[in-house]
């Protein structure tokens, strides 16, 4: 799986849209974004996922470069709740099914 | 409520002792997954398992052993002979083989300290 680069840690203001930036230079084709959020001592939370379309649910939105090279993710109205380690993962869909995880960004809500 | 748990949440243990840490899923997933967490790191994999009565080493198996008898359950043994033991664990599940979708679920974690 290719790696992935994100900024140690952010701070975003409570109601402001939060964007946090993801490299991963080395994606291949057949390789989606996945981003996960972990809140602290609880398990890691799913947010979204995409392959080169931006996509949108009720969490967040992503934005994927046309190159693929990076990503960002969108939380459109971030709330004191949205503090939290937020990991970027590229993955293959089929063969490997694990996870790898790097150090993420911790995002830090400002009241 | 359909989800994983994982028990107990805090666990001690003396050192040189052998410790084995509950997940149970009620999701239906046929994957389940073992990840071991340390201070300010990311998750590792230690152990998965695609299928009842088959798993496969992750990452870090050194000192670790599983079992996948039942669909529901993929207990793990944490041995002696893991140098480090202390960390926090987590499970998770989710339905290989569905494309793109298929997020994996995880558990509360289970924080062990060995003394």
């Known amino acids: 799986d290719a790696k992935t680069t994100q900024p140690p840690s952010m701070d975003c203001a409570e109601g402001r849209a939060a964007n946090l930036p993801c490299n991963h230079s080395?994606?291949?084709?057949?390789?989606?974004v996945y981003w996960y959020r972990q809140i602290h001592s609880q398990g890691p939370q799913y947010i979204i996922h995409?392959?080169?379309n931006n996509e949108t649910n009720e969490m967040a939105s992503l934005i994927i470069t046309e190159d693929r090279k990076s990503s960002t993710l969108i939380l459109p109205h971030a709330t004191l709740r949205d503090t939290a380690v937020y990991y970027c993962?590229?993955?293959?869909?089929?063969?490997?099914?694990?996870?790898?995880f790097g150090t993420g960004t911790r995002l830090t809500i400002i009241p | 409520d359909g989800g994983i748990t994982q028990s107990p949440k805090y666990l001690f243990r003396k050192e040189g002792q052998n410790v084995t840490l509950s997940c149970e899923q009620n999701?239906?997933?046929?994957?389940m997954y073992w990840y071991r967490q340390d201070p300010g790191q990311g998750l590792r994999l230690i152990y998965y398992?695609?299928?009842?009565?088959?798993?496969q080493k992750g990452d870090i198996a050194e000192g670790y052993s599983v079992s996948r008898e039942k669909k529901e359950s993929f207990p793990l043994t944490v041995t002696s002979a893991q140098k480090n033991p202390t960390a926090f664990y987590l499970c998770?599940?989710?339905?290989?083989?569905?494309?793109?979708?298929?997020?994996?679920?995880f558990g509360p974690g289970t924080r062990l300290t060995v003394l």
């Open positions: 398992s695609q299928i009842v009565n088959d798993f």
């Open positions: 993962i590229v993955r293959a869909v089929f063969g490997n099914e694990k996870l790898t």
């Open positions: 998770a599940s989710s339905t290989p083989f569905a494309g793109a979708y298929n997020e994996q679920f």
């Open positions: 995409g392959l080169k």
């Open positions: 999701l239906n997933h046929d994957a």
């Open positions: 080395t994606i291949s084709g057949n390789e989606y």
